[in-house]
Antibody
Framework: EVQLVESGGGLVQPGGSLRLSCAASGFTFSSYEMNWVRQAPGKGLEWVSYISSSGSTIYYADSVKGRFTISRDNAKNSLYLQMNSLRAEDTAVYYC??????????WGQGTLVTVSS | QSALTQPRSVSGSPGQSVTISCTGTSSDVGGYNYVSWYQQHPGKAPKLMIYDVSKRPSGVPDRFSGSKSGNTASLTISGLQAEDEADYYCCSYAGSYPFVFGTGTKVTVL
């Protein structure tokens, strides 16, 4: 069974940093592209970042470019999102999601990041 | 990259059909046959319902169907059921960006 489990969310002050993790199981993690998608409270889905299966190709949404860094460790079946210079507008549930044929076929349960003083 | 445009809400009675539109540009919806649709119940993670414009993943009822014409994609739910009440989001591949979501539509079963 495919499972994606996010962790690392919490309360952080504006300007602070946080590192999210996503533990994958039930599939060959190293063969799949992965993404982070977020959802602000009461708002819609927003794509955040993409990483290819090998980690060689990475993309970011304009809203996080220069502040967030996506990475993966295929040996540990894990996906990461390093978030720096956090702003109030980064407050959201962050989901990791697997990509197959340009669609997100499996999602984690999400981890809540709250940026507030 | 701007979000794809969806109606804020649609509604229908049990057994009826509803259609949700998703309007983009030639750089996303109109440029690729890579539109997907997601269902999200309150407090839950999104679930893939349609991919590649009109394909259904295993386990998704055939009441759900997708199509595309030009820069607009559509999701139709036929034979509406109570459990279909949820938020629905479209998503399109957009080249080097590479993904853009729709604004979301709340489906209400009357």
């Amino acid at each position: 069974e495919v499972q994606l489990v996010e962790s690392g969310g919490g309360l952080v002050q504006p300007g602070g940093s946080l590192r999210l993790s996503c533990a994958a199981s039930g599939f060959t993690f190293s063969s799949y592209e992965m993404n982070w998608v977020r959802q602000a409270p009461g708002k819609g889905l927003e794509w955040v970042s993409y990483i290819s299966s090998s980690g060689s190709t990475i993309y970011y949404a304009d809203s996080v470019k220069g502040r967030f860094t996506i990475s993966r460790d295929n040996a540990k079946n894990s996906l990461y999102l390093q978030m720096n210079s956090l702003r109030a507008e980064d407050t959201a549930v962050y989901y990791c999601a697997r990509v197959v044929v340009s669609s997100f076929d499996y999602w984690g349960q999400g981890t809540l990041v709250t940026v507030s003083s | 990259q701007s979000a794809l445009t969806q109606p804020r809400s649609v509604s229908g009675s049990p057994g009826q059909s509803v259609t949700i539109s998703c309007t983009g540009t030639s750089s996303d919806v109109g440029g690729y046959n890579y539109v997907s649709w997601y269902q999200q119940h309150p407090g839950k993670a999104p679930k893939l319902m349609i991919y590649d414009v009109s394909k259904r993943p295993s386990g998704v009822p055939d009441r759900f169907s997708g199509s595309k014409s030009g820069n607009t994609a559509s999701l139709t739910i036929s034979g509406l059921q109570a459990e279909d009440e949820a938020d629905y989001y479209c998503c399109s591949y957009a080249g080097s960006y590479p993904f853009v979501f729709g604004t979301g539509t709340k489906v209400t079963v009357l």
